[in-house]
């Protein structure tokens, strides 16, 4: 048994005029004083255990147990803190009016209990039954009482009206009808009792659909608010009223003789009708009734708007938590100064990672808030009730996956009582993790930009789409001597050298409005004066759409390479230019040459045939020998200069061929016989292999200097070693080929060889021009001719002219 601990308390509650009865939360009462025995005829420890239900009429319970739960279910009672009047009922039978009033009580375990303070109701009234009036008036409060309590207990009103309508039959009426206004304007029968239970079935199943109807007295109540009494109502009036034969019949067995319609107002507004029907002929209602049918009518109203009130406030409640809920910012509600949070919305949720916050504090929920100082933060908005705003707020969680860092915008917001004292904090925050990433790429892509472009050796820059500039490197500035500001825009126009200035500028901007990529070659001049050559080219960049926002350039300096080129050309022409005189020279050189070179030879053989003439005597013999010498040398010299004017006749282009019928087989002897001798000399053994004809038209003359030039090199390159020369046709290609066994031609210098005044032999080993072998392919050229070089097998070179007839 749980009795108050203090004696004095104790005997305080003890002496008291007013019943206390305190119940436990199951509703078991586990205190009375002595005035609540005297008051129920019970003595104190008779009642201990006993349900609450004993001290009260049987009607009453359903009530009570609806009240009981729903304060168990949300600790919130309409009757708490009240002083409402009721029935009580006492050990012996006898029902009392009391007036009550409840508390309740927690005790420092926890536990709930609900106190009673009851007084009985005019007690001398009831006490003196001999005064029929007052009880009348008695019963009547009693009633009022207890209907009053029965809609105070519950916020369902259909229900709880149905009981009032039951409590009002028979005690004031045969049959209580209510019907309500609903919020979407139709009428509604929510509560139908009849003393005749078949009655009030019938009522239940037919009357509904007749009360919308212009005539039924409930319509004419909603419709002008005002109550309608009707006595001593006639068949005639029922015949009348009656829409049609089976609502007649309805109304003949509800035998209504006299009835009270009234509205059910609060605020200035009907939300329904109340009606009260007699159905005894010539009973009807007395004054006393029709005011206590009001009052009645009055506390239901109140009831009926309450109940709607409450029940708006709860939607208008549901309505924001789904909002707050579902909002697209994470909140969350955190109260007392332990920062225990009393709610957060599904993003707040799904931002801790889904853990369970409510019910908890901050330190159990979020750890990690203490070292990141956060917790600290929302601790002082609860101290000192000054909001918090922050800004990209990185917050760290630990997450299974490890460290996961967030960024938040949000605010800590005081949340203040009625006395406006902070109760708890406020959280309003939305993640821009995703935006700070984004930015930070940014960031991190415009410094290597910055990084790339201060060290690029070339001149970098961008411009608007219509190619305007908008950026330039620090190359570019070198380069054009013009700072970033100068350069913006069309400044950069100033940087061209006075002579590519215009060229430039509308290669460009017909480039840019072209949407074409720019390429160009030109000069930058500094305003110093220092000129450099420059290689330009821009391309288009676009946006993700394709469209053009721009362009990137770039200029590099070419100056050097430019100067090299320039160079190259001044060497060429240089080069063009002395092989030109040397030509020339050598043309000169060798016709002057050629003059007095044929005075010589008339001079060397005059002297010959004197030498001859003067008998063979020892000094003549040596004059002529001396003589022989000479014009050995002269006819070196003149084949030399031979050379040499030939050279310069086919660098002239002056090679002009002789054709002839010929015979290519008979020219190769005939070369052969004439070089026997220094073929001999040279320790050259020769071998013939030639085809007994071999003719076409060909230049005798210059036929016979290919001929030659390859046997003499032959004997020259393959002194003391064999010399096969070879006649015949491919197919219908004749062909000469001369083979030696000599020093041969490496490779690399085969090619070479064929071209004017190239050797493949030191000067000092071998006497030579390095003419004969182009001569020699000019000439076989110009007779639609080939010349090839082979390595013989086993060392030597090999020469094969082939012709075409
Ligand atoms: P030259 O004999 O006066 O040097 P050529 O034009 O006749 O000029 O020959 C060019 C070069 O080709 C020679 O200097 C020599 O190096 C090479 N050459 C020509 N014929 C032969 C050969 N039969 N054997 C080896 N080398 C040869």
Redesign the pocket.
């Known amino acids: 048994m749980d009795v108050p601990h203090d004696i004095e308390v104790a005997r305080l509650l003890e002496g008291l005029p007013d019943a206390i009865v305190v119940a436990d939360s199951a509703g078991r009462i586990v205190y009375a004083n002595r005035a609540a025995g005297r008051l129920f005829g019970w003595s104190p420890e008779e009642l201990l255990g006993k349900s609450l239900t004993v001290l009260m009429p049987p009607r009453w319970h359903a009530a009570h147990q609806a009240g009981f739960h729903r304060y168990l279910t949300t600790h919130e009672t309409r009757l708490l803190g009240r002083t409402i009047q009721a029935s009580g009922l006492r050990k012996d039978g006898r029902e009392m009016g009391v007036e009550l009033s409840l508390s309740t009580f927690r005790q420092s375990d926890g536990r709930d209990f609900i106190v009673a303070t009851l007084r009985e109701l005019a007690p001398q009234v009831v006490l003196d039954p001999a005064s029929a009036a007052e009880r009348a008036t008695q019963d009547r409060l009693a009633f009022l009482a207890e209907a009053g309590a029965l809609l105070d207990a519950s916020l369902d009103y259909a229900a709880t009206l149905q009981l009032v309508a039951r409590l009002a039959v028979p005690r004031l009426a045969d049959c209580c009808l209510v019907d309500i206004f609903e919020e979407n304007g139709a009428i509604r029968r929510v509560a139908t009792a009849h003393r005749d239970p078949e009655k009030e079935s019938v009522l239940r199943t037919t009357e509904d659909r007749y009360l919308a109807q212009g005539e039924h007295p409930a319509a004419t109540v909603l419709r002008t608010g005002a109550p309608v009494l009707h006595e001593d109502i006639t068949d005639e009036i029922w015949a009348r009223m009656a829409r049609d034969e089976s609502h007649l019949q309805v109304i003949r067995a509800l035998q209504p003789h006299s009835w009270m319609f009234l509205p059910l107002t609060t605020r200035s507004r009907t939300l329904g009708t109340v009606a009260f029907v007699l159905s005894e002929p010539g009973r009807r209602f007395s004054t006393e009734d029709q005011v206590l049918a009001q009052e009645l009518s009055r506390r239901a109203a109140l009831a009926i708007d309450n109940a709607r009130l409450y029940t708006e406030a709860r939607r208008e409640r549901e309505r924001l938590y789904s909002l707050f809920m579902q909002a697209p910012a994470a909140i969350a509600i955190l109260r007392g100064p332990e920062l225990r949070y009393e709610f957060s919305n599904r993003l707040n949720q799904e931002l801790t990672q889904g853990r369970t916050l409510v019910g908890k504090t901050v330190d159990e929920a979020l750890p990690e808030f203490e070292a990141q100082g956060l917790r600290e933060v929302i601790e002082r908005v609860y101290r000192t009730g000054e909001p918090f705003v922050g800004k990209e707020i990185p917050i760290i969680l630990s997450t299974p996956a490890g460290e996961k860092t967030l960024f938040m915008n949000g605010i800590y917001h005081p949340l203040r009582g009625e006395d406006g004292l902070v109760e708890g904090v406020m959280v309003f925050a939305y993640e821009v993790t995703e935006q700070i990433l984004a930015r930070r790429q940014v960031e991190v892509a415009e410094r290597l930009f910055r990084t790339l472009t201060n060290h690029a050796p070339v001149g970098i820059f961008l411009t608007n789409a219509d190619g305007d500039c908008e950026f330039v490197n620090p190359r570019w500035c070198e380069l054009a001597g013009l700072s970033p500001e100068e350069a913006a825009g069309r400044g950069w126009v100033r940087s061209l050298h006075p002579e590519d200035a215009e060229r430039v500028f509308r290669e460009w901007y017909e480039a840019a409005q072209a949407r074409r990529a720019f390429e160009s070659r030109y000069r930058f001049q500094t305003p110093q004066g220092r000129v450099s050559w420059l290689q330009g080219s821009a391309v288009a960049l676009r946006d993700s759409s394709g469209s053009i926002t721009g362009y990137l350039g770039t200029v590099t300096d070419i100056t050097a390479q430019q100067e090299a080129e320039a160079e190259r050309e001044r060497l060429l022409t240089d080069l063009k230019q002395a092989v030109r005189q040397r030509d020339d020279f050598l043309s000169i050189a060798s016709h002057e040459l050629k003059t007095p070179l044929t005075t010589l030879r008339i001079h060397v053989e005059m002297l010959e045939r004197m030498a001859s003439r003067q008998g063979m005597d020892g000094a003549s013999e040596r004059v002529r020998t001396k003589v022989e010498k000479i014009e050995r040398q002269v006819t070196r010299l003149e084949d030399l200069i031979h050379m040499l004017l030939d050279v310069s006749r086919i660098t002239q282009g002056r090679l002009e061929l002789e054709r002839e019928e010929m015979d290519l087989s008979e020219l190769v002897r005939e070369v052969a016989s004439r070089f026997s001798e220094e073929l001999e000399d040279a320790g050259c053994a020769v071998h013939l292999t030639v085809r007994p004809s071999v003719r076409g038209r060909w230049d005798h003359g210059r036929m016979d200097q290919v001929v030659t ?2 046997v ?3 004997m ?3 002194k003391g070693k064999p010399v096969d020369i070879e006649v015949g046709a491919f197919e219908d290609h004749p062909y000469v080929r ?1 083979v ?1 066994h ?4 490496p490779p690399e ?1 085969q090619a070479r ?2 071209g004017k005044f ?4 030191s000067g000092q080993r ?11 392919r000019q000439i076989v050229e110009a007779h639609g001719g080939t010349i090839r ?1 082979e390595d013989t097998p086993g060392g ?2 090999s ?1 094969t002219i082939e012709l075409a007839r």
Do not use: M
């Open positions: 030039n390859l003499t090199n032959a020259k390159y393959g001369v030696d000599g020093i041969g031609i210098d060889i064929f190239e050797r493949a032999v071998y006497s030579g021009l390095g003419l004969g072998l182009w001569i020699t070089v030597g070179a020469f």
